[in-house]
């Protein structure tokens, strides 16, 4: 057995012994996925993220939490592709992984939300949905406008895809409904379909709760969990409800001022010193 096999069965194990002593089946949490490998990303004369690493395993999920500031959404950027650091490793399913392209990212495997919601408030549901399904279609621009066999067949597979995962995500009502005039919370449910669309293997939610209210957060958290559960997806999300993390979350990342300060299960975390300071507001002298 390798060094990196045993390491990830070691990981198995542990993670099995956790839920076991809680009484609670164990969870299919593997290897590694995702390593990030002291990465440092600057703009200008400003330091964003600096020598930080820490990995994803599969199946998991992995949350990155923080006061404002502390670097998360630079992180998720940089795991997305959209920045690239100029110090450091990003290693992702065995392989380690030069500068691409956000869509070249996607077509790897890593879909994402935004903080922002980046739907095309114009078009309904069913069609947003639709577009998270273009980086795995086959068929040229030309065949898709014909729509005349392979491109017909394709669309009517996609659709059929999507279809499942509106059933999944309980919005058949609102599948004809231009986004723009649907309420915030289903807003941001119909952003975890189009990023679901892509079948990713890694989804980046980038604070999936951010503007909801108490019973749109907790039908949030049961997607996410059922996502994780039934699709056997790895999940990493940004989030600043600590009630959230802690209840969902397998381990936690903690950044500070672009510095990693904590890392481990929820009750580590809880249980870490800087992390409490760093919460607390405790002054960096």
Same mark, same amino acid.
Request: proline content about 4%.
């Given at each position: 057995?390798?060094?990196? #096999?045993?390491?990830?069965?070691?990981?198995?194990?542990?993670?099995?012994?956790?839920?076991?002593?809680?009484?609670?089946?164990?969870?299919? =949490?593997?290897?590694?996925?995702?390593?990030?490998?002291?990465?440092?990303?600057?703009?200008?004369? /400003?330091?964003? =993220?600096?020598?930080?690493?820490?990995?994803?395993?599969?199946?998991?999920?992995? #949350?990155? =939490?923080?006061?404002?500031?502390?670097?998360?959404?630079?992180?998720?950027?940089?795991?997305?592709?959209?920045?690239?650091?100029?110090?450091?490793?990003?290693?992702?399913?065995?392989?380690?992984?030069?500068?691409?392209?956000?869509?070249?990212?996607?077509? %790897?495997? =890593?879909?994402?939300?935004? %903080?922002?919601?980046?739907?095309?408030?114009?078009?309904?549901?069913?069609?947003?949905?639709?577009?998270?399904?273009?980086?795995?279609?086959?068929?040229?621009?030309?065949?898709?406008?014909?729509?005349? $066999?392979?491109?017909?067949?394709?669309? !009517?597979?996609?659709?059929?895809?999507?279809?499942?995962?509106?059933?999944?995500?309980?919005?058949?009502?609102?599948?004809?409904?231009?986004?723009?005039?649907?309420?915030?919370?289903?807003?941001?449910? /119909?952003?975890?379909?189009?990023?679901?669309?892509?079948?990713?293997?890694?989804?980046?939610?980038?604070?999936?709760?951010?503007?909801?209210?108490?019973?749109?957060?907790?039908?949030?958290?049961?997607?996410?969990?059922?996502?994780?559960?039934?699709?056997?997806?790895?999940?990493?999300?940004?989030?600043?409800?600590?009630?959230?993390?802690?209840?969902?979350?397998?381990?936690?990342?903690?950044?500070?001022?672009?510095?990693?300060? $904590?890392?481990?299960?929820?009750?580590?975390?809880?249980?870490?010193?800087? /992390?409490?300071?760093?919460?607390?507001? !405790?002054?960096?002298?």
């Amino acid at each position: 057995m390798s060094i990196h #096999a045993a390491e990830a069965a070691s990981d198995d194990v542990a993670y099995a012994s956790q839920e076991e002593a809680h009484g609670i089946e164990p969870r299919r =949490i593997g290897g590694t996925v995702m390593e990030m490998k002291n990465i440092t990303l600057r703009f200008g004369g /400003v330091t964003a =993220i600096k020598d930080i690493s820490f990995d994803i395993k599969e199946h998991e999920i992995r #949350a990155i =939490i923080g006061p404002n500031g502390a670097g998360k959404s630079s992180m998720l950027n940089v795991i997305n592709g959209f920045y690239h650091p100029q110090e450091g490793e990003i290693w992702f399913r065995g392989a380690k992984r030069g500068p691409m392209k956000p869509y070249e990212i996607a077509q %790897q495997g =890593i879909a994402r939300t935004f %903080q922002n919601i980046a739907l095309f408030k114009g078009m309904t549901t069913l069609d947003n949905i639709m577009t998270g399904r273009m980086t795995m279609m086959k068929t040229n621009f030309w065949q898709q406008a014909m729509w005349w $066999g392979s491109a017909q067949r394709e669309e !009517v597979e996609h659709r059929r895809r999507v279809e499942e995962i509106i059933d999944f995500l309980e919005i058949q009502a609102i599948r004809k409904t231009p986004v723009g005039r649907l309420p915030y919370g289903l807003q941001k449910r /119909v952003e975890l379909g189009r990023a679901l669309a892509a079948e990713p293997k890694l989804l980046l939610l980038d604070e999936p709760m951010a503007g909801m209210n108490v019973e749109e957060k907790e039908d949030m958290c049961r997607f996410i969990l059922d996502v994780n559960d039934e699709f056997g997806t790895t999940i990493a999300l940004i989030e600043h409800d600590m009630g959230v993390v802690m209840d969902i979350a397998d381990r936690v990342v903690v950044l500070d001022y672009g510095r990693k300060i $904590g890392d481990g299960t929820p009750e580590e975390v809880r249980a870490n010193q800087d /992390v409490i300071d760093a919460y607390l507001g !405790v002054s960096h002298d």
